[in-house]
């Protein structure tokens, strides 16, 4: 059971900052603003990193940075096209890098294309106040069909989602951040399992929100942001038959059978191409171990099974020595 509010706790234990890359985003970017600034708990600060924009969305952000005493607005030039995968995490820390981490309790990669309810960041720092192993969570995303009803986006419940990627600073600092490829949030959740810190989304109506623009649909169509998908997935290392059953499930929502054909396309065609893999072998071996043992006994089992493991060579205050998030740790 989880804390009702936060009135008796000191205010230094909930300082966490947002972090937004964001590019052409004035059709939502009001609704994401205002859902921040109805926050129980504020930020303590907020950075919004415009990677270019050329619509509306300077002038919005304009507009509310002269309201919100915690919000900063850090304005790139425009390249000419959105730069997917590592172009968002290069914006980020374009963020990031301006600020002491060890100002903050909390850290949260957060774009600007949600609406999040009243408590939703109160909420998680309630949660990782009761549980100190919880290095990231997150709630999970929804989006409106067609007919306005509300869809799962399905996310499973071994990761933070990456829209709004919350974490304890001590834990992001120790995995060495996000990488700067596709699969970014893929990769970042795994290694927290790796150090043995625990990675986390809940189904709660408490801390769902919705998702504006739904995971998957990239800035084209679902095909483009399904078949990247696929080539990231090869990137971080997952092997073939976690692949095929992956595409398979995602065959099941929609876009139903494309968009699981279109991740299977992107995987299939990366690895005929010999791409490039993600090159750090431990991960690879504790990555393909975790996922056979995901199909052999399913993700819940497997995730539980994993974190009892891993809770041995769990420290909460190490820091990486090499600052590049790598352990010597083992499944």
Not at 235 to 257: D, E, I, K, N, Q
């Amino acid at each position: 059971m989880f804390l009702a509010n936060s009135d008796n706790l000191p205010a230094a234990t909930r300082r966490y900052l947002l972090v937004t890359p964001c590019r052409d985003e004035a059709k939502f970017a009001r609704r994401t603003l205002d859902s921040v600034a109805r926050q129980t708990v504020p930020p303590a600060l907020w950075i919004i990193v415009d990677d270019g924009s050329t619509d509306e969305t300077p002038a919005i952000l304009a507009e509310y940075a002269a309201k919100l005493p915690y919000l900063k607005v850090i304005r790139r030039e425009n390249r000419g096209f959105r730069k997917l995968g590592g172009g968002v995490i290069d914006a980020f820390y374009c963020g990031y890098d301006t600020i002491n981490p060890q100002d903050f309790d909390y850290v949260c990669k957060f774009d600007l294309d949600l609406d999040l309810p009243r408590q939703y960041f109160q909420a998680l720092m309630e949660r990782m106040e009761a549980d100190p192993r919880i290095g990231t969570c997150s709630g999970k995303p929804y989006f409106k069909d067609g007919a306005g009803n509300q869809v799962s986006e399905m996310c499973g419940d071994e990761n933070s989602v990456g829209m709004v990627k919350f974490y304890r600073t001590s834990c992001f600092t120790q995995i060495g951040g996000f990488v700067r490829e596709l699969m970014w949030d893929g990769i970042d959740c795994h290694r927290c399992r790796m150090l043995g810190w625990i990675a986390v989304s809940w189904d709660d109506p408490q801390i769902n929100f919705e998702h504006l623009r739904p995971m998957g649909t990239s800035h084209k169509n679902w095909w483009t942001g399904r078949v990247r998908h696929g080539v990231g997935q090869y990137f971080m290392g997952t092997g073939p038959a976690y692949m095929l059953a992956s595409a398979l499930f995602r065959m099941t929502r929609p876009p139903v059978l494309v968009g699981g054909v279109a991740m299977l396309w992107g995987y299939i065609k990366s690895m005929l191409g010999g791409k490039e893999r993600y090159g750090d072998a431990a991960f690879r071996q504790f990555l393909r171990r975790y996922q056979w043992r995901c199909l052999a006994f399913g993700k819940a089992r497997a995730t539980r099974e994993c974190n009892d493991r891993q809770s041995t060579v769990w420290n909460g205050s190490q820091i990486s020595p090499r600052g590049d998030g790598r352990s010597a740790a083992t499944a």
